[in-house]
Protein backbone atom coordinates (compact mmCIF):
# COMPACT_ATOMS: atom_id res chain seq x y z
CA UNK A 1 0.00 0.00 0.00
CA UNK A 2 1.11 3.26 -0.40
CA UNK A 3 0.87 6.40 1.80
CA UNK A 4 -2.25 8.49 0.87
CA UNK A 5 -2.73 12.35 0.59
CA UNK A 6 -5.43 12.32 2.90
CA UNK A 7 -4.09 10.13 5.68
CA UNK A 8 -2.49 13.22 7.77
CA UNK A 9 -6.26 14.82 7.65
CA UNK A 10 -8.11 11.11 8.58
CA UNK A 11 -5.77 11.07 11.70
CA UNK A 12 -6.52 14.41 12.36
CA UNK A 13 -10.19 14.16 12.43
CA UNK A 14 -9.95 10.88 13.89
CA UNK A 15 -8.15 12.84 17.21
CA UNK A 16 -11.16 15.52 17.06
CA UNK A 17 -14.00 13.51 16.73
CA UNK A 18 -15.73 10.19 18.49
CA UNK A 19 -16.46 9.26 14.52
CA UNK A 20 -14.98 9.78 11.01
CA UNK A 21 -17.01 9.19 8.12
CA UNK A 22 -15.13 8.67 5.04
CA UNK A 23 -16.87 8.44 1.52
CA UNK A 24 -15.58 8.36 -2.03
CA UNK A 25 -16.34 5.99 -5.13
CA UNK A 26 -15.94 2.27 -5.00
CA UNK A 27 -12.49 0.99 -4.79
CA UNK A 28 -10.88 3.98 -4.26
CA UNK A 29 -8.87 2.39 -1.34
CA UNK A 30 -11.45 3.52 1.91
CA UNK A 31 -10.97 0.42 3.25
CA UNK A 32 -7.34 -0.62 3.03
CA UNK A 33 -6.54 3.05 3.96
CA UNK A 34 -8.80 2.87 7.24
CA UNK A 35 -7.53 -1.09 8.20
CA UNK A 36 -3.66 0.62 7.50
CA UNK A 37 -4.55 3.69 10.09
CA UNK A 38 -6.23 2.28 12.66
CA UNK A 39 -5.05 -1.34 13.08
CA UNK A 40 -6.38 -1.64 17.07
CA UNK A 41 -10.08 -1.28 15.90
CA UNK A 42 -12.60 -3.91 15.10
CA UNK A 43 -13.59 -4.47 11.65
CA UNK A 44 -17.27 -5.00 10.00
CA UNK A 45 -18.14 -5.10 6.08
CA UNK A 46 -21.92 -4.30 5.70
CA UNK A 47 -21.28 -5.86 2.28
CA UNK A 48 -21.18 -9.56 3.27
CA UNK A 49 -25.22 -10.55 3.67
CA UNK A 50 -24.78 -11.88 7.44
CA UNK A 51 -22.99 -9.20 8.76
CA UNK A 52 -25.59 -7.07 7.10
CA UNK A 53 -28.40 -9.26 8.62
CA UNK A 54 -26.78 -8.88 12.10
CA UNK A 55 -26.81 -5.10 11.76
CA UNK A 56 -30.07 -4.40 10.45
CA UNK A 57 -32.03 -6.93 12.72
CA UNK A 58 -30.07 -5.91 15.71
CA UNK A 59 -28.15 -3.23 15.71
CA UNK A 60 -27.81 -3.03 19.68
CA UNK A 61 -26.25 -6.21 19.66
CA UNK A 62 -23.80 -5.81 16.27
CA UNK A 63 -22.26 -2.88 17.46
CA UNK A 64 -22.03 -4.58 20.94
CA UNK A 65 -19.22 -6.33 19.64
CA UNK A 66 -16.95 -3.33 19.33
CA UNK A 67 -17.03 -1.52 22.74
CA UNK A 68 -13.54 -0.54 21.89
CA UNK A 69 -14.90 0.97 18.32
CA UNK A 70 -14.42 -0.38 14.71
CA UNK A 71 -14.29 0.43 11.16
CA UNK A 72 -17.56 -0.18 9.53
CA UNK A 73 -18.22 -0.12 5.80
CA UNK A 74 -20.53 0.51 3.37
CA UNK A 75 -22.18 2.21 6.13
CA UNK A 76 -25.14 3.18 4.33
CA UNK A 77 -25.90 -0.64 3.93
CA UNK A 78 -27.45 -0.69 7.48
CA UNK A 79 -29.46 2.95 7.45
CA UNK A 80 -30.51 2.73 10.92
CA UNK A 81 -26.72 2.08 12.28
CA UNK A 82 -26.19 6.14 13.03
CA UNK A 83 -28.76 6.51 15.49
CA UNK A 84 -27.48 3.45 16.80
CA UNK A 85 -23.90 4.81 17.07
CA UNK A 86 -25.43 8.40 18.78
CA UNK A 87 -26.40 7.12 21.88
CA UNK A 88 -23.36 5.37 22.14
CA UNK A 89 -21.07 8.26 21.33
CA UNK A 90 -22.89 10.57 23.73
CA UNK A 91 -22.27 8.25 26.31
CA UNK A 92 -18.56 7.85 25.44
CA UNK A 93 -17.45 10.30 23.27
CA UNK A 94 -13.90 9.19 23.14
CA UNK A 95 -12.22 10.12 20.13
CA UNK A 96 -11.67 7.95 16.83
CA UNK A 97 -13.64 4.93 17.85
CA UNK A 98 -15.79 4.52 15.08
CA UNK A 99 -14.28 5.23 11.19
CA UNK A 100 -17.75 4.64 9.33
CA UNK A 101 -16.92 4.29 4.91
CA UNK A 102 -19.63 4.62 2.18
CA UNK A 103 -19.57 4.56 -1.42
CA UNK A 104 -22.99 6.95 -1.59
CA UNK A 105 -22.37 10.08 -1.30
CA UNK A 106 -26.29 11.83 -0.70
CA UNK A 107 -27.63 8.99 0.90
CA UNK A 108 -24.65 8.53 3.05
CA UNK A 109 -24.55 12.04 3.85
CA UNK A 110 -28.12 12.04 4.68
CA UNK A 111 -28.12 9.39 7.50
CA UNK A 112 -25.00 10.49 8.93
CA UNK A 113 -26.18 14.46 8.91
CA UNK A 114 -29.36 13.33 11.01
CA UNK A 115 -27.93 11.68 13.59
CA UNK A 116 -24.38 12.32 13.99
CA UNK A 117 -24.26 15.70 13.11
CA UNK A 118 -21.41 17.15 15.60
CA UNK A 119 -20.64 14.18 16.58
CA UNK A 120 -18.40 12.72 13.32
CA UNK A 121 -16.02 14.49 10.65
CA UNK A 122 -16.62 13.83 7.18
CA UNK A 123 -13.47 13.36 4.34
CA UNK A 124 -13.78 12.21 0.65
CA UNK A 125 -11.29 9.65 -0.74
CA UNK A 126 -11.27 10.20 -4.41
CA UNK A 127 -9.19 8.36 -6.97
CA UNK A 128 -5.67 8.49 -6.82
CA UNK A 129 -3.73 11.75 -7.59
CA UNK A 130 -0.80 12.27 -9.41
CA UNK A 131 1.15 12.64 -6.30
CA UNK A 132 -0.20 9.47 -5.44
CA UNK A 133 0.00 7.35 -8.90
CA UNK A 134 4.25 8.39 -8.95
CA UNK A 135 4.67 6.49 -6.05
CA UNK A 136 3.89 3.22 -7.12
CA UNK A 137 7.16 1.63 -8.52
CA UNK A 138 5.44 0.83 -11.66
CA UNK A 139 3.52 4.21 -12.82
CA UNK A 140 2.44 5.75 -15.83
CA UNK A 141 4.83 8.66 -17.55
CA UNK A 142 3.43 9.96 -20.25
CA UNK A 143 0.09 12.09 -20.45
CA UNK A 144 -1.36 9.52 -22.57
CA UNK A 145 -0.41 6.95 -20.26
CA UNK A 146 -1.59 9.23 -17.19
CA UNK A 147 -5.06 10.04 -18.76
CA UNK A 148 -5.59 6.45 -19.95
CA UNK A 149 -4.55 4.42 -16.79
CA UNK A 150 -7.03 6.75 -14.45
CA UNK A 151 -6.39 6.55 -10.82
CA UNK A 152 -7.96 3.30 -8.97
CA UNK A 153 -5.50 1.81 -7.14
CA UNK A 154 -6.21 -1.68 -8.02
CA UNK A 155 -4.93 -0.75 -11.34
CA UNK A 156 -1.62 0.38 -10.70
CA UNK A 157 -1.19 -1.71 -7.32
CA UNK A 158 -1.94 -5.19 -9.29
CA UNK A 159 -0.48 -3.78 -12.85
CA UNK A 160 -3.38 -5.19 -14.64
CA UNK A 161 -4.98 -3.64 -17.81
CA UNK A 162 -7.22 -0.50 -17.52
CA UNK A 163 -9.42 -1.72 -19.76
CA UNK A 164 -9.96 -4.78 -18.16
CA UNK A 165 -10.36 -3.49 -14.99
CA UNK A 166 -12.55 -1.18 -15.71
CA UNK A 167 -15.25 -3.54 -17.88
CA UNK A 168 -15.80 -5.21 -14.60
CA UNK A 169 -15.89 -2.02 -12.26
CA UNK A 170 -18.78 -0.77 -14.76
CA UNK A 171 -20.41 -4.03 -14.80
CA UNK A 172 -20.45 -4.77 -11.16
CA UNK A 173 -21.63 -0.74 -10.87
CA UNK A 174 -24.26 -1.32 -12.86
CA UNK A 175 -25.80 -4.65 -11.85
CA UNK A 176 -25.43 -3.36 -7.73
CA UNK A 177 -25.34 0.10 -7.60
CA UNK A 178 -27.06 1.78 -9.70
CA UNK A 179 -29.77 -0.63 -8.51
CA UNK A 180 -29.63 -0.21 -4.75
CA UNK A 181 -28.97 4.22 -5.46
CA UNK A 182 -31.33 5.03 -8.24
CA UNK A 183 -33.77 1.99 -8.23
CA UNK A 184 -33.09 1.88 -12.04
CA UNK A 185 -34.55 -0.45 -14.05
CA UNK A 186 -32.75 -0.22 -17.71
CA UNK A 187 -29.67 -0.74 -17.04
CA UNK A 188 -28.93 -0.70 -20.64
CA UNK A 189 -30.17 2.66 -21.43
CA UNK A 190 -28.50 3.72 -18.02
CA UNK A 191 -24.77 2.25 -19.31
CA UNK A 192 -25.86 4.17 -22.54
CA UNK A 193 -26.37 7.67 -20.82
CA UNK A 194 -23.07 7.44 -18.86
CA UNK A 195 -21.33 6.48 -21.88
CA UNK A 196 -23.11 9.69 -22.86
CA UNK A 197 -21.88 11.57 -20.23
CA UNK A 198 -18.51 10.74 -20.85
CA UNK A 199 -18.60 12.34 -24.26
CA UNK A 200 -19.79 15.44 -22.45
CA UNK A 201 -17.23 15.56 -19.86
CA UNK A 202 -15.92 18.96 -19.60
CA UNK A 203 -18.23 20.52 -21.38
CA UNK A 204 -21.36 22.60 -20.17
CA UNK A 205 -24.12 20.19 -19.19
CA UNK A 206 -27.52 20.33 -21.46
CA UNK A 207 -29.91 17.95 -19.88
CA UNK A 208 -32.51 17.94 -23.62
CA UNK A 209 -29.24 16.91 -25.27
CA UNK A 210 -28.21 14.58 -23.42
CA UNK A 211 -31.94 13.15 -22.64
CA UNK A 212 -32.80 13.23 -26.28
CA UNK A 213 -29.48 10.97 -27.66
CA UNK A 214 -30.29 8.84 -24.67
CA UNK A 215 -33.95 8.28 -25.44
CA UNK A 216 -35.08 9.19 -21.95
CA UNK A 217 -37.24 12.33 -20.13
CA UNK A 218 -35.70 15.20 -19.00
CA UNK A 219 -35.84 14.37 -15.35
CA UNK A 220 -35.10 11.10 -16.00
CA UNK A 221 -31.56 12.19 -16.88
CA UNK A 222 -31.52 14.79 -14.09
CA UNK A 223 -32.47 11.74 -11.63
CA UNK A 224 -29.81 9.43 -13.75
CA UNK A 225 -26.91 12.16 -13.49
CA UNK A 226 -27.77 12.54 -9.25
CA UNK A 227 -27.43 8.76 -9.17
CA UNK A 228 -23.51 9.13 -10.94
CA UNK A 229 -22.88 12.20 -8.69
CA UNK A 230 -23.92 10.32 -5.53
CA UNK A 231 -21.75 7.15 -6.41
CA UNK A 232 -18.67 9.55 -6.64
CA UNK A 233 -18.59 9.00 -10.99
CA UNK A 234 -19.06 12.34 -11.86
CA UNK A 235 -18.81 16.11 -10.56
CA UNK A 236 -20.84 19.63 -11.46
CA UNK A 237 -18.49 22.27 -11.60
CA UNK A 238 -20.75 25.62 -10.79
CA UNK A 239 -20.09 28.56 -13.19
CA UNK A 240 -18.42 32.08 -11.32
CA UNK A 241 -20.63 34.73 -10.50
CA UNK A 242 -19.37 37.78 -9.32
CA UNK A 243 -20.67 41.15 -9.74
CA UNK A 244 -19.21 41.75 -13.51
CA UNK A 245 -20.70 44.00 -16.53
CA UNK A 246 -20.79 41.05 -18.08
CA UNK A 247 -23.25 38.21 -19.15
CA UNK A 248 -22.26 35.21 -17.61
CA UNK A 249 -22.95 31.67 -18.30
CA UNK A 250 -25.16 30.27 -15.69
CA UNK A 251 -24.98 26.21 -16.88
CA UNK A 252 -22.60 23.81 -15.05
CA UNK A 253 -20.21 21.60 -16.23
CA UNK A 254 -19.91 17.83 -16.41
CA UNK A 255 -16.52 16.44 -14.81
CA UNK A 256 -15.77 12.63 -14.22
CA UNK A 257 -13.88 11.84 -11.45
CA UNK A 258 -11.39 9.32 -13.33
CA UNK A 259 -10.77 10.01 -16.71
CA UNK A 260 -9.05 6.64 -16.93
CA UNK A 261 -13.42 5.33 -16.42
CA UNK A 262 -14.25 8.38 -19.23
CA UNK A 263 -11.70 7.02 -21.34
CA UNK A 264 -12.81 3.38 -21.30
CA UNK A 265 -16.96 4.71 -21.24
CA UNK A 266 -15.76 5.99 -24.60
CA UNK A 267 -14.29 3.44 -26.26
CA UNK A 268 -10.79 4.38 -25.85
CA UNK A 269 -9.18 0.90 -25.40
CA UNK A 270 -4.91 2.04 -25.24
CA UNK A 271 -3.16 5.09 -24.50
CA UNK A 272 -2.13 5.42 -27.71
CA UNK A 273 -5.17 6.12 -29.37
CA UNK A 274 -5.53 9.47 -27.03
CA UNK A 275 -2.98 11.02 -29.05
CA UNK A 276 -5.42 11.62 -31.51
CA UNK A 277 -8.54 11.24 -30.14
CA UNK A 278 -10.98 14.34 -30.60
CA UNK A 279 -11.57 14.19 -27.54
CA UNK A 280 -7.90 14.45 -26.27
CA UNK A 281 -8.63 18.24 -25.12
CA UNK A 282 -11.58 17.41 -23.10
CA UNK A 283 -10.06 14.35 -21.53
CA UNK A 284 -7.07 16.36 -20.19
CA UNK A 285 -9.27 19.41 -18.96
CA UNK A 286 -11.04 16.89 -16.98
CA UNK A 287 -7.97 15.62 -15.73
CA UNK A 288 -6.48 18.95 -14.80
CA UNK A 289 -9.79 20.02 -12.88
CA UNK A 290 -9.97 16.71 -11.00
CA UNK A 291 -6.12 17.07 -10.06
CA UNK A 292 -6.70 20.32 -8.49
CA UNK A 293 -9.70 19.36 -7.16
CA UNK A 294 -8.40 16.23 -5.00
CA UNK A 295 -5.26 18.13 -4.32
CA UNK A 296 -7.42 20.96 -2.44
CA UNK A 297 -10.05 17.69 -1.35
CA UNK A 298 -6.76 15.98 0.75
CA UNK A 299 -5.72 19.32 2.12
CA UNK A 300 -9.13 20.20 3.74
CA UNK A 301 -10.46 22.74 1.11
CA UNK A 302 -14.05 21.79 -0.12
CA UNK A 303 -15.57 24.09 -2.81
CA UNK A 304 -13.80 27.60 -4.07
CA UNK A 305 -13.90 25.87 -7.91
CA UNK A 306 -15.76 27.34 -10.61
CA UNK A 307 -15.41 27.98 -14.46
CA UNK A 308 -15.70 31.08 -15.83
CA UNK A 309 -17.75 31.57 -19.47
CA UNK A 310 -19.53 34.92 -20.92
CA UNK A 311 -21.75 35.45 -23.54
CA UNK A 312 -18.46 37.41 -25.49
CA UNK A 313 -16.28 34.21 -25.95
CA UNK A 314 -14.49 35.21 -23.05
CA UNK A 315 -13.69 31.48 -21.32
CA UNK A 316 -11.23 29.75 -18.66
CA UNK A 317 -11.60 26.27 -17.58
CA UNK A 318 -11.07 26.61 -13.43
CA UNK A 319 -11.16 29.70 -11.06
CA UNK A 320 -9.53 28.74 -7.89
CA UNK A 321 -10.76 31.35 -5.19
CA UNK A 322 -8.84 32.23 -1.83
CA UNK A 323 -10.27 34.78 0.24
CA UNK A 324 -9.97 37.99 -2.58
CA UNK A 325 -7.40 36.02 -4.87
CA UNK A 326 -8.44 34.26 -7.24
CA UNK A 327 -6.42 32.19 -9.96
CA UNK A 328 -7.39 31.49 -13.81
CA UNK A 329 -6.20 28.23 -14.46
CA UNK A 330 -6.43 26.95 -18.64
CA UNK A 331 -5.55 23.93 -19.81
CA UNK A 332 -4.56 22.90 -23.07
CA UNK A 333 -3.07 19.49 -24.29
CA UNK A 334 -0.72 21.53 -26.73
CA UNK A 335 2.98 20.36 -25.94
CA UNK A 336 4.41 23.32 -27.86
CA UNK A 337 4.50 26.55 -25.08
CA UNK A 338 3.58 29.42 -26.99
CA UNK A 339 2.36 32.51 -26.26
CA UNK A 340 -1.08 32.14 -27.50
CA UNK A 341 -1.42 29.30 -24.49
CA UNK A 342 -1.90 32.51 -22.52
CA UNK A 343 -4.57 34.52 -24.26
CA UNK A 344 -7.49 32.95 -23.11
CA UNK A 345 -6.68 33.20 -18.62
CA UNK A 346 -5.35 37.05 -19.92
CA UNK A 347 -8.53 37.85 -21.11
CA UNK A 348 -10.18 36.60 -18.30
CA UNK A 349 -7.63 37.78 -15.55
CA UNK A 350 -8.39 41.35 -16.94
CA UNK A 351 -12.27 40.95 -17.14
CA UNK A 352 -11.32 40.07 -13.16
CA UNK A 353 -9.01 42.31 -12.22
CA UNK A 354 -11.74 45.31 -13.55
CA UNK A 355 -12.88 44.77 -9.64
CA UNK A 356 -10.00 45.02 -7.90
CA UNK A 357 -9.26 41.70 -7.06
CA UNK A 358 -5.70 40.18 -7.63
CA UNK A 359 -5.81 37.34 -10.70
CA UNK A 360 -2.97 34.86 -10.74
CA UNK A 361 -2.82 33.30 -14.08
CA UNK A 362 -1.62 29.95 -15.30
CA UNK A 363 -1.96 27.28 -18.06
CA UNK A 364 -1.29 23.81 -17.36
CA UNK A 365 -0.23 22.31 -20.75
CA UNK A 366 1.09 19.33 -22.11
CA UNK A 367 4.75 19.89 -22.47
CA UNK A 368 7.67 19.40 -20.30
CA UNK A 369 8.89 22.93 -19.80
CA UNK A 370 7.58 25.67 -17.15
CA UNK A 371 7.81 29.06 -17.94
CA UNK A 372 7.47 32.37 -16.17
CA UNK A 373 6.23 35.27 -18.27
CA UNK A 374 5.79 38.57 -16.46
CA UNK A 375 1.92 38.46 -16.23
CA UNK A 376 1.80 34.47 -16.27
CA UNK A 377 2.89 31.16 -15.81
CA UNK A 378 3.04 27.81 -18.17
CA UNK A 379 2.91 25.21 -16.08
CA UNK A 380 4.04 21.55 -17.60
CA UNK A 381 1.06 18.76 -16.74
CA UNK A 382 4.09 16.69 -14.85
CA UNK A 383 4.57 19.34 -12.41
CA UNK A 384 0.84 19.92 -11.66
CA UNK A 385 1.60 18.05 -8.65
CA UNK A 386 4.05 20.00 -7.14
CA UNK A 387 1.93 23.15 -7.01
CA UNK A 388 0.15 24.29 -3.93
CA UNK A 389 -3.44 24.55 -5.41
CA UNK A 390 -5.34 25.12 -1.69
Same mark, same amino acid.
Given at each position: ?26 ? =? ?101 ? =? ?84 ? =? ?12 ? =? ?159
Amino acid at each position: MIDRDLAPRLLQAARQFPAVTLTGPRQ =SGKSTLCEALFPDLGYANLEAPDVRAFATADPRAFLAQFPDGAVVDEVQRAPDLPSYLQGLIDADPRPGRFILTGSQNLALLKTVSQSLAGRTAVLHLLPLAN =SEVRRFRSHPVTLEDVLFTGGYPAILDRRIDPSDWLAAYVATYLERDARAIGNISDLEAFQRFVELCAGRTAQLLNYSSLAADCGV =SQPTAKAWLNVLEA =SFLVFRLRPFHANLRKRLVKTPKLHFHDPGLACWLLGIRSAEQLRTHPLRGALFETWMVTEIAKHRTNQGESGGLTFYRDRSGAEADLIIERGDRLTVVEAKSSQTATNRLLDAPRRVGAIIEQTGRACEKIVVYGGSQGQQRPDARIVPWSRLHQEDWA
